[in-house]
């Protein structure tokens, strides 16, 4: 497989790595406005970097975008005549409508809106999908290229936007959870790497003990709260501070900012 990487910024060269670690392509064309910051990309072999968008599309098989929202219309305007029927299109940009899509391109092409996160770079995104009428026949195969990064799931596309938040924001609201963690750790004596450790491992911990027992986050905490024990008590100080009312009202303040993202 052929994949291209429209706008190869942040989140453009988390895909790129973890297509080129997964061994997912055969060739992958990666594109930014000032290329020179991806010439390390080079060393794979595999990979041709460049500011020529039409070059990469014409080229590929897969067509993934990852410009800004503001720059999308007119990335796309400018390679729409390009694509044919066998080109997958997949976008990542936040706030932009398959509807939105389609008056550029058409809707007889295979369009995917793909919201991951940047731990595709090490294969742990979680990645939401959808698709226009057309490209439901393609949904199989971009799970397939996304499960080999993470885990996937396909959504209906008026979920996208909360998608955006719990996944692709998540990234940085679990961070930072897990500095404020470390902070506390280093408060209590260890020092900052060793801090960081304890919170990064104990953290993949509770996720890994939920992925693989399937049970309730509850049910754990009810194993570790011993009566009148220091976990209930640390806990019950953190909720009487709001841990879980101000985690909320930060994801609905997010979700209401990609409507105003999208006006601007
Ligand atoms: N950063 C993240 O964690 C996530 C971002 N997204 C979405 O992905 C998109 C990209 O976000 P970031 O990577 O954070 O932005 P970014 O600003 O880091 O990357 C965008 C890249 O597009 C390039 N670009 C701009 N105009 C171009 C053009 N005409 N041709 C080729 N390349 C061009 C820029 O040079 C830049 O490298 C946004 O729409 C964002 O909403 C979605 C999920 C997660
Ligand atoms: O903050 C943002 O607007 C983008 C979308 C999700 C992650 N980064």
């Known amino acids: 497989m052929k994949i291209a990487i429209i706008g190869a910024g942040n989140l453009g060269l988390s895909i790129a790595t973890g297509i080129l670690n997964s061994g997912a392509a055969t060739t992958m064309y990666l594109t930014r406005r000032y290329p020179e910051a991806l010439r390390e990309f080079e060393a794979y072999g ?24 503001g720059d999308f219309p007119d990335v796309l305007q400018s390679v729409a005549d390009l694509f044919s029927d066998n080109h997958v299109i997949i976008s990542t940009i ?30 742990h995104s979680m990645t939401c999908l959808c698709s226009n009428e057309h490209g439901k026949t393609r949904l199989e195969l971009a799970e397939a290229i996304f499960n080999r990064m993470g885990h996937s799931m396909i959504i209906p596309e008026d979920r996208m936007q909360a998608a955006t938040v719990i996944c692709a924001s998540g990234i940085a609201f679990w961070m930072r959870l897990i500095r ?40 754990e905490i009810d194993r570790v709260t011993t009566p009148m024990g220091c976990t209930i008590e640390g806990l019950n100080e953190m909720e009487h501070q709001g841990l879980s009312a101000s985690l909320i009202r930060g994801i609905i303040t997010s979700f209401e900012k990609i409507s105003e993202i999208r006006k601007g």
């Open 94 to 123: 936040t706030g932009f409508s398959i509807g939105e899509i389609e008056a550029i391109t058409g809707p007889e092409r295979f369009i995917i809106r793909a919201m991951p996160n940047t731990a595709i770079s090490v294969a």
């Open 46 to 69: 595999n990979v041709v970097t460049s500011s020529d968008n039409r070059m990469a599309v014409s080229k590929s098989d897969i067509i993934i975008f990852a410009v800004q929202p």
């Open 180 to 219: 404020a963690t470390t902070q506390g750790a280093i408060q209590l004596g260890f020092d900052a790497e060793e801090a960081q450790e304890l919170a990064m491992h104990t953290s993949r911990g509770a996720a890994e003990l939920l992925i693989q027992s399937g049970r309730h986050p509850e049910a």
